[in-house]
């Protein structure tokens, strides 16, 4: 029989995975088109630009991080998978949803930014740390979901 519980644990899991993972994806795009085509006229600024493709991608990676806690929780990694009732398991479903939606939106927003950022540079090299900081400053809306979702996730007592 289908453990309901635990298909709704891994659900969220899959979607903080998937939607952080394809908001990163995107971001990521962006940025490193803008970064290609500045790269194509000045390859030296690779470094600098480099930053900027990169920083889209940590939405990702958070998801990455809720995923994989849930499923050591669950027991699906490491463990006997545990028998979970469906409160449990919704309850890691709607744990995973703020860094799932709050990741691929803010990946994409933060790949705009960073794109802009890198038509900044190839206009004023030397604004490169105000690229940087103006990317970053999106990153404390995918830092506050992330966090939401790891306490939600490590106050689920499983028995």
Known sequence: MINLGLALAILGAALAVILAGCGSAKGVGLAGQAAAGLLSEDPSMFGKVLILQLLPGTQGLYG??????????VGVLGG????????????????????????????????????????LIAKKPDQVGKAITMASLV?????????????????????
């Open 64 to 73: 990455f991080l809720i995923a994989i806690l849930v499923l050591v929780n």
């Open 80 to 119: 006997a998978p545990k028998d979970l009732s469906w409160q449990q398991g919704m309850y890691y479903l709607v744990a995973c949803l703020p860094i799932a939606f709050a990741g691929l939106i803010s990946a994409i927003h933060q790949g705009k930014v960073a794109s802009a950022g890198v038509s």
């Open 139 to 159: 990153e404390f809306y995918a830092i506050l979901p992330f966090l939401i979702s790891l306490l939600a996730v490590l106050s689920v007592s499983v028995g």
